[in-house]
DNA sequence: TAGTGGTCTAGACCACGCG
DNA sequence: GCGTGGTCTAGACCACTAT
């Protein structure tokens, strides 16, 4: 294979980007503007090393970050393909409800309608599988306003220690790993969280100010140890006409 | 720094499975057990090497591994560190509500409702970006169903084209994707998902054997091609008894 | 057998953080 | 200035695919 391009093509060795980020943004347009369509075979990373005089473990680097885009597939012994947008995904995904209002740049707010300390009944000692009656637990209820309009209501529950005294300063915006962190011996690896849509009780709805049955959503959140011991747990309600999550799939370009 | 380790820690040069996996697993079971905490920092790079004898490449190769497992994040100049598990991202995942069916086994069928050529009205039109009125569009009602329950319904349009003919075959399981390939001359390249709650209205009450009101969750999608030009659209209702979201977080051990 | 991607090496130089 | 991670090289051998 040889070359008469006369578009000197663009890998600057001395720039400060480096030359493998060089390299994939150049394959990656390629590929964004046709030149490369799905199925096609890339250039052997052998080829590319030689064309743009650069090592082939450069090459990889630069083909490394096509794959973990999803725009290219490697196959041994055979090649180096372009793959076809994968469009049946659904990863619907945000920092936190609170961020996500704070970065729409309103005025948000976080109050503690109430914590105590409380016994565990078998709902609790079942959530936290726990058996003895010994335990207790933390308790808190919270609700976020946003330009003095009630956007979420939650509950959170987190095993208590007498060792560590809750401080006035950090019930300000309790998040349940912060709590947890603070509050008791256990150190938060791992979450799980189970969103639902439900219809509003009637104390949701007086908390919230929306019609009982009102739709919302609704996520249930389990927090785990290092030894998959559930050490926290929180349910918290959403209204449903104030959030809505978005997702982007497919070769979406970021930059 | 010196060893005078008695465990032999176990990288086998001679093994099938690559160094880097074998040092990334050795790693993040320090981690895991705690050998190593959030903040402390690891073993240089140059350390790691010459304690196991292998290249400094290949030690980044498994460190960047861990990296991408968000368990530990490198600082230039400083040193590799173990990270704080984030607990407070979420991320629902799913590969499409039919595939989610699948996966539990059950018996589910998609049935056509209705598929015909319609006119641009003014909503389509602007869910489409496009101004004339001689444009047409392929519509489509769905409805899935598993066990004989119905489960969630959907409207779909894509652009029409004469040259390309609907083919029988194609009707049984029509994703928007698909369809889009088929009976357009656009590449589905990018897509938009947004999640909503809802009540759901009469008809769709009626379609899935539901009471009026009852929440549900509405996912309304817009395929994209490589112009960013809007060529296929759909709206989705699920029954909200039915379906449910799970997310997992943190350090979540997978194998 | 030839060609591909996958792993690995033993160096090199650089940018950055810190004392 | 020194130690750290970040980039890059010019080879090497291997596993896999295709012919």
Sequence with gaps: MFW???EETVIDKNSVIPIYYQLFKLLEGQI???DLKPGESLPTEN???MRYEISRMTVRRAISELVAAGMVYAQQGKGTFVATPKLDNI??????FSQEVKKRGLNYKTTLLEAKIVRADETLKAR???QGDDK?????RTVLAAENERLSYEVKYTI??????ILES???DPSLPGLIAAHTEYVPMSSKKVLQVASCTQEEALILGIPPQAPVFLIEQTIYNSDLKPVGWSKAVYRGDRYKLTSYDGWYKKD
């Design 128 to 130: 936290f599988e726990i």
């Design 32 to 34: 964004r503007r046709g």
């Design 4 to 6: 008469v391009s006369q």
């Design 170 to 172: 950090e019930l300000k």
């Design 47 to 49: 080829d590319i090393a």
């Design 91 to 96: 990863v619907f995904e945000l920092n936190d």
């Design 160 to 165: 208590y220690s007498k060792s560590k005294p």
């Design 136 to 140: 207790r637990f933390l308790f808190f």
